[in-house]
């Protein structure tokens, strides 16, 4: 049996119908930029998450970046995040001029250790970053409390977790701002790239939609320095067809992780635990194992396609050694690295396929 890590053909043989409708009718109206179905599908998007504002941009990476700049962000400035993420939350907090700190992980949830946060405030610091990674909410209470206590502001980074509830909320809709991504394969994906900024702060919106349009106020007439980075109309046609499965396919994510957490049994490998504030999303599905290496070359001799998110700290990447952090400066993420590795998890998979899948973990000595 061969099972890829994510396979979109797929999923797109399951929506064809629907998706070419929508995509040919945008073709037919003629219009590309700023139509109806991205101002539409911000409103859906943002009633789904449940905030007051939605405002379509071209990647998550923009969206952080302009958020950071929607809160005044720049030169100097601090802005605490983990070093176990994508390289796009750290990309966005530089790109803005600010530094990043780092805050290690929590070994149980993955996310942003929130008893270490308070030791690396300084007055510098501005934003907190809490990053949602695999589709698990980090601890929003503390970081909240951290937050007001110090005047921070705090970004959600939910590129991760579409639809995740942290004590009955959607993740995004928790902080100032809240950032998701629609890369092809994020839980809620596009046919190209895009990404949201979430809010319910009319100020924050309105600065966030001037800087994401030249700065314009209207056609011509430039109040604030800009760039251009808007979700285009195929992008949203066909996000909004996808939105209405979100759901479903968010359910079927939880039932093949709940059958991967009560069927793996073998003493080498940790599952993830769940905390009970969460309602996870599983984007991935990361399990861990000292002898990580060795583990995904077995499975790739039995077909199966697996990878590592995220093989090295953000602080050990060649771009931002001029932080100047050392081996060892976080050691739960570092720990990790060596040993985490990410299941195939779609809502694609067929039973046989995660049944295929657990049978061969279980066999790995
Ligand atoms: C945690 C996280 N943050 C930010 C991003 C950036 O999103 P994009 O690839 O749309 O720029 C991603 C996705 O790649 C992500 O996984």
Known sequence: MK????????QYSLI???IDISIRSVFDKGVFISGKNVNSFEKEFSQYIGTKYGIGVSSGTDALLISLLALGIGDEDEVITVPNTAIATVA???????IPVFVDIDPETYTIDSTKIEEKITNKTKVIIPVHLYG???????IKQIANKYDLKIIEDACQAHGAEYKGKK??????????????????????DGGMMLTNNKNIADKIRLLQNYGQKEKNLSIIKGLNSRLDEIQAAILRIKLKKLDKW???????????????????ITVPKKAVFAKNVYHLYVVRT????????FLESYGIQTNIHYPIPIYLQTSYLDLELK???????????????????YPELSNREIEYIINTINQFK
């Open 3 to 10: 099972i890829p890590f994510i396979d979109l053909i797929k």
């Open 16 to 18: 064809k119908n629907e």
């Open 92 to 98: 966005a907090i530089t790109l803005s001029g600010a």
């Open 136 to 142: 698990y909410p980090a601890n929003m209470d503390p």
């Open 171 to 192: 993740v995004g809709s928790i902080g100032d701002i809240g950032c998701f991504s629609f890369y092809p394969t994020k839980n809620l994906g596009a046919y190209g």
């Open 250 to 268: 968010n359910n079927r994510r939880r039932e093949i992780a709940e059958m991967y957490t009560h069927l793996i049994k073998n003493s080498v």
């Open 290 to 297: 000292k002898f990580r290496d060795k583990f995904k070359s």
């Open 327 to 345: 081996k060892g400066a976080f050691p739960v993420t570092e720990k990790f690295a060596k040993e985490i590795l990410s299941l195939p998890i």
